[in-house]
């Protein structure tokens, strides 16, 4: 077991593992996405997705949902 002198703090295992990932030619970024589990999001994706099934082009667009979509085991 380490003694408390050597063990390395959270913060510097962190540092040296940005210093690492930066060597390797990487760069840190941060993205804020939808969060999917929120009440708001699905409620928001249902009336969209209920919209879209709605319209008088309802086939059209699906049709081209499935030309775009890539489906690896078919």
């Known amino acids: 077991m380490a003694s408390a002198r050597s063990a390395k703090s959270t913060r510097v295992k962190v540092q ?9 030619g990487l760069r840190p970024i941060q993205i804020w996405v939808p969060d999917v589990r929120a009440a708001s999001f699905k409620s928001e994706a249902h009336r969209q997705s209920a ?13 081209f949902i499935d030309a ?6 078919e």
């Open 51 to 63: 919209a879209v099934a709605a319209s008088a082009r309802a086939a059209e667009d699906q049709a």
């Open 16 to 24: 040296e593992h940005r210093e690492r990932l930066r060597a390797q």
């Open 68 to 73: 775009v979509s890539d489906w690896d085991d």
